[in-house]
């Protein structure tokens, strides 16, 4: 691996991760007698005196790349996911996709996560683990409420990536996926399913049926071993 390219990455994310830990960033919805009641209105902060040299104003406000993309230090090419559980994502979907941007930087896709791992225990599953009697695993987002994400997603531009690992989950998340695709008016919008550990027989064929791209993780089949 190429150091500088490593340490620029290295850079990148700690800059994602401290900013994610910081920031206050509020979405905040007016309402009353307003003149523009009802539209989003963005309040960010001022810059972390810390992060001000490595951070520059991106494309959009409320999100920020950092200043190597600018000076022509990040030698790899990053495609970003937002953090779809995040209460800021109405705002970035507002926003708009950032497309490679100075040839390296891209995010235009929305990660949601639908539940927990099987080896933790916590992968929605249908019926409950044998070895945890009554434990069928745990959901963060209902189906409708993925449907409705779905939507708006694909109609700002931006691909929409669920993590889901039990077998539960991912009908859930292929039936909002059929849902959301009846109603968005989108060619090709390449929806995925992080993980797809556990499926039901009869959702397999979902998959290209609906055109979801199963993105399977080959370190998960180790753990979800045991």
Avoid at 141 to 165: E, P, R, W, Y
Avoid at 199 to 206: A, F, G, T
Wanted: charged share 25%; hydrophobic share 40%; net charge neutral.
């Amino acid at each position: 691996i190429d150091p500088d390219a490593l340490e620029s990455f290295q850079t990148f994310v700690g800059g994602i991760v401290r900013r994610h830990r910081r920031a206050d960033l509020r979405v905040i919805q007016r309402n009353g007698g307003e003149k523009n009641a009802g539209a989003v209105q963005i309040e960010i902060p001022a810059v972390d005196p810390e992060l001000a040299e490595a951070e520059t104003p991106g494309p959009i406000g409320i999100e920020r790349v950092p200043a190597g993309v600018d000076q022509g230090k990040l030698k790899i090419r990053i495609y970003a996911m937002y953090d779809g559980n995040d209460t800021t994502l109405p705002a970035i979907l507002k926003a708009g996709p950032i497309v490679n941007y100075k040839k390296h930087f891209t995010m235009r896709a929305v990660n949601v996560e639908i539940d927990g791992s099987l080896l933790s225990r916590r992968a929605a599953m249908v019926r409950q683990y044998s070895d945890s009697p009554g434990q069928y695993g745990v959901t963060f987002m209902g189906g409708k409420s993925l449907k409705n994400l779905t939507i708006a997603s694909l109609a700002s531009g931006f691909q929409v990536c669920t993590d889901a690992h039990g077998d539960r989950a991912n009908h859930v998340v292929l039936k909002a996926y059929g849902e959301a695709l009846k109603v968005a008016a989108v060619s090709d919008p390449r929806l995925r399913i992080e993980g797809a550990d556990v499926l039901l027989k009869d959702d397999i064929p979902l998959f290209k049926k609906l055109g979801i791209i199963p993105s399977m993780q080959p370190p998960e089949c180790t753990s979800d071993m045991y």
